[in-house]
């Protein structure tokens, strides 16, 4: 596996990789990589000639009271199991070369009821999607990527992205892969070594109480209370829940009442300190009559 961390160097080898007509498959990771990200390699491997990870812990997207420096990280570790996994090359630009110093240009994905970085994350965490659009339209641009894939895990991220490649026409495609769950059913995330063993044993509950909240609405409960008794449950089950919301998929629009169709239910909700996410499709039924 070729490792580069400079532009130079991935720009030589995405030359030559283009101009032998092959196909190049981006992995967009912060490092600290867990079987979630294998699954994206394995997935990119299978959509394009050639695959390229990057390691970018990406401080534009880290608010300044984030846990940018508390964020982990495992260079060695990383690399061997890109390797394992096949990847061809890993790419890991310095903070300079990603930002250029005394760099001014941005991608704001928007605000208002338009753009899928309204809300949610958007609120929880003001500036993050400026980041993660900025970062990855310069990662797109970086690897010459045909195809990049993400994970289902971080759903408005993955809304966010595609809208951007949408709005700016970038030639690349954006592949979601389903999330990657722990045996307990926890979604893999590379926060969750941070939870003490305590917490780590809590937090096994919080995708079933996703799923009970799920087949309500599936079953056609009404989305104001079904999401009432969702919260409640997650508070009595010791997370401190941040917003379990109903939403369009593609706009992270609330979902409207009385609509029906395939819906997305999120929830973000703290144990301690750590912050987490999850989310399952829903489909909703017609309300009777
Ligand atoms: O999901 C992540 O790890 C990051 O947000 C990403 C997509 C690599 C951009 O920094």
Not at 161 to 182: K, N, S, Y
Not at 225 to 252: C, I, K, N
Not at 258 to 275: F, K, P, Q, T
Request: overall charge negative; charged content about 20%.
């Amino acid at each position: 596996m070729r490792i580069e961390r400079e532009l130079a160097g991935l720009r030589a080898a995405t030359g030559a990789w283009r101009a032998a007509g092959q196909r190049i498959g981006l992995v967009p990771t912060m490092g600290a990589l867990h079987d979630g990200h294998l699954a994206l390699v394995a997935e990119a491997r299978r959509q394009a000639d050639v695959v390229i990870a990057s390691i970018f812990v990406n401080p534009l997207q880290f608010a300044p009271t984030e846990d940018l420096d508390r964020y982990p990280r495992d260079e060695a570790g990383d690399l061997a199991k890109l390797q394992a996994a096949g990847c061809d090359l890993a790419f890991l630009p310095t903070p300079a070369v990603m930002y250029p110093p005394g760099d001014v240009c941005v991608i704001d994905p928007g605000a208002g009821p338009g753009s899928p970085a309204e809300g949610w994350e958007g609120t929880a965490r003001p500036g993050h999607f400026r980041g993660v659009a900025t970062v990855c339209c310069k990662l797109f641009m970086m690897a010459q990527a045909d195809v990049a894939v993400f994970g289902e895990k971080d759903w408005q991220q993955l809304q966010v992205v595609r809208r951007m490649v949408a709005d700016l026409l970038l030639p690349v495609t954006i592949q979601g892969l389903p999330t990657v769950r722990e045996a307990d059913g926890l979604a893999m995330s590379s926060r969750n070594r941070r939870l003490s063993e305590g917490e780590r044993g809590q937090a096994a509950a919080l995708p079933g109480l996703l799923q009970r909240c799920g087949a309500a609405l599936a079953a056609g409960q009404p989305v104001g209370p079904a999401l009432a008794e969702g919260q409640a449950a997650l508070q009595a089950a010791g997370f401190v829940p941040d917003y379990l919301a109903l939403v369009e998929p593609a706009t992270l629009r609330p979902w409207p009442a009385g609509a029906a169709g395939a819906a997305r239910l999120l929830v973000a909700a703290r144990l301690g300190e750590i912050r987490l996410l999850d989310n399952i499709p829903v489909l909703v039924p017609p309300a009777p009559g």
